[in-house]
């Protein structure tokens, strides 16, 4: 009885082991993917293309995090079926994040249906409407464009500033 508890023991040790060893080894394979790629793209320049060049992304770096992410995501996985509870983290892992980003959403569009509602009413007067001159506390500047969430208003720095509707529509 004491033999078979041990042996018992033995093989968790073991599957514990094997476990963390693919988890170090998966990090380390994660961190040096990001470092190799990102020089690799930094050495032949990616981001000096025409198109990249115009928008703001880094693909140099972008795309080693990206690489080294995935890589790690995989680790975990392989490292949860090693001790064999991978589906039950999974499953929480993704609860958690449809969670997170149900949550970001509702945050990201509170303010939505108050600047559609101003930017209809705003599309409507005639107070708002491209060429006119405004005056937003010390901003001053002319507006360029009224669309339906925000208004384009150049001030007289030559700022282009986007303003939500709703901050125009209060008396």
């Given at each position: 009885?004491?033999?078979?508890?041990?042996?018992?023991?033995?093989?968790?040790a073991?599957?514990?082991?094997?476990?963390?060893?693919?988890?170090?080894?998966?990090?380390?394979?994660?961190?040096?993917?990001?470092?190799?790629?990102?020089?690799?793209?930094?050495?032949?320049?990616?981001?000096?293309?025409?198109?990249?060049?115009?928008?703001?992304?880094?693909?140099?770096?972008?795309?080693?995090?990206?690489?080294?992410?995935?890589?790690?995501?995989?680790?975990?996985?392989?490292?949860?079926?090693?001790?064999?509870?991978?589906?039950?983290?999974?499953?929480?892992?993704?609860?958690?994040?449809?969670?997170?980003?149900?949550?970001?959403?509702?945050?990201?569009?509170?303010?939505?249906?108050?600047?559609?509602?101003?930017?209809?009413q705003?599309?409507?007067?005639?107070?708002?409407?491209?060429?006119?001159?405004?005056?937003?506390?010390?901003?001053?500047?002319?507006?360029?464009?009224?669309?339906?969430l925000?208004?384009?208003?150049?001030?007289?720095?030559?700022?282009?500033?986007?303003?939500?509707?709703?901050?125009?529509?209060?008396?």
């Amino acid at each position: 009885m004491v033999n078979t508890a041990l042996q018992t023991a033995q093989v968790y040790a073991n599957t514990v082991i094997v476990a963390i060893a693919t988890l170090l080894v998966g990090f380390v394979l994660g961190t040096l993917a990001k470092k190799f790629l990102s020089r690799f793209l930094r050495e032949i320049e990616i981001n000096k293309i025409k198109a990249i060049r115009k928008s703001s992304l880094d693909l140099e770096r972008g795309i080693g995090t990206t690489i080294s992410y995935i890589i790690y995501i995989v680790t975990i996985i392989l490292f949860l079926d090693q001790l064999g509870i991978r589906a039950l983290v999974i499953t929480l892992i993704i609860i958690g994040l449809i969670a997170l980003l149900s949550i970001t959403i509702i945050i990201g569009l509170r303010n939505v249906p108050a600047n559609l509602k101003c930017g209809l009413q705003l599309k409507r007067a005639d107070q708002f409407r491209p060429g006119k001159s405004v005056t937003l506390g010390e901003i001053k500047g002319i507006i360029e464009r009224v669309n339906w969430l925000e208004t384009k208003i150049r001030t007289e720095r030559g700022d282009l500033l986007y303003v939500p509707n709703s901050l125009l529509n209060k008396p």
